[in-house]
Nanobody, 120 residues
Framework: VQLQASGGGLVQPGGFLRLSCVAS????????MGWYRQAPGKQRELVID???????RIGGSVQGRFTGSRDNAKNTVYLQMNSLKPEDTAVYYC???????????????WGQGTQVTVSS
């Protein structure tokens, strides 16, 4: 199983970015897909995750600015980030709770991380 994230980069304050993450490999079922982030010297924190029914959890610091969506047919999750602030600068990690196959249990999988830098 691999989670491949894309879309990070450098953006000015007030700008926007869209991240994408595709889960590939042997996948029988996916429960949640979403994003966490980790800034230098800080703990990793939830940005947003979406379960298979569409129920969404979102971190307090990004409410009203970030939205998530999921395409279950493509095993893909998106993060639309608007009104970006310098404090949003972090490495963003894609995350999924999924079951690879009938012989495996549910597990938590992480992508490689993509850097988002908000700076003028």
């Amino acid at each position: 199983v691999q989670l491949q994230a894309s879309g990070g980069g450098l953006v000015q304050p007030g700008g926007f970015l869209r991240l994408s993450c595709v889960a590939s490999g042997s996948i029988m079922a996916i429960h949640t897909m979403g994003w966490y982030r980790q800034a230098p010297g800080k703990q990793r924190e939830l940005v947003i995750d979406i379960d298979s029914s569409g129920k969404t959890r979102i971190g307090g610091s990004v409410q009203g600015r970030f939205t998530g969506s999921r395409d279950n047919a493509k095993n893909t999750v998106y993060l639309q980030m608007n009104s970006l602030k310098p404090e949003d600068t972090a490495v963003y990690y894609c995350n999924s709770n999924l079951r690879p196959d009938a012989a495996s249990t549910w597990g938590n999988y992480w992508g490689q991380g993509t850097q988002v830098t908000v700076s003028s």
